[in-house]
């Protein structure tokens, strides 16, 4: 008798950060790509196999999730690869997009988890607004993919970096650990 193929879990609001003085929400899974793509992943990851779940709090942070399950775990290597190479490019294509603009990025290691996780930073910021911080987990679990994004104002110290480790983490065992 053929197993079925189980759908792959996403995180929910408690999992994410806690932000000091909001609740998160949360979409509903939906396939496909987000209508808007989180930054610096955008046109990395195909429609085709994809399911995403964005967040929000009641202030200016914001989370997305988004899970590939691609045909082989080859793919999927290809995929998270790819996904890790445009966010470490990210601050330097922001930069040559907004010249009078500055950002830089952090690679801030590798996770235990599954297949293997990353997280990095980018901070971008720009005259005359608000500086922006993004933190990105990238994880596979054999053929599938997960990208987790986080930002909001503010620079590297408001960044809720172990916190985010662990929601990364717990992103990529959730895929099929529900």
């Known amino acids: 008798m053929a197993v079925p193929l189980r759908t792959p879990g996403h995180l929910v609001p408690r999992e994410l950060p806690p932000h000091p003085s909001s609740d998160w929400y949360a979409s509903d899974v939906t396939k496909g790509l987000p209508e808007t793509p989180p930054f610096c992943v955008e046109k990395t990851f195909p429609s085709a196999g994809a399911t995403h779940r964005t967040f929000w709090t009641e202030y200016d ?32 294509d922001w930069e040559r997009q907004y010249p009078e603009g500055t950002a830089s990025w952090r690679d801030y290691g590798a996770l235990t988890a599954e297949d293997g996780a990353h997280v990095y930073g980018v901070h971008t910021s720009y005259p005359d607004s608000e500086p922006g911080i993004h933190l990105f987990g990238v994880g596979r679990d054999g053929r ?27 992103a990529v065992v959730k895929l099929y650990h529900p």
């Open 61 to 92: 942070t914001g989370a997305t999730q988004i899970v590939v399950r691609t045909g082989t775990v080859d793919a999927a290597r290809k995929l998270a690869a790819a996904a890790e190479k445009k966010i470490r490019n990210c601050a330097a």
């Open 144 to 170: 599938t993919v997960t990208v987790v994004t986080w930002g909001e104002m503010g620079g590297y110290d408001q960044a809720p970096l172990a916190d985010f480790k662990r929601t990364a983490t717990t």
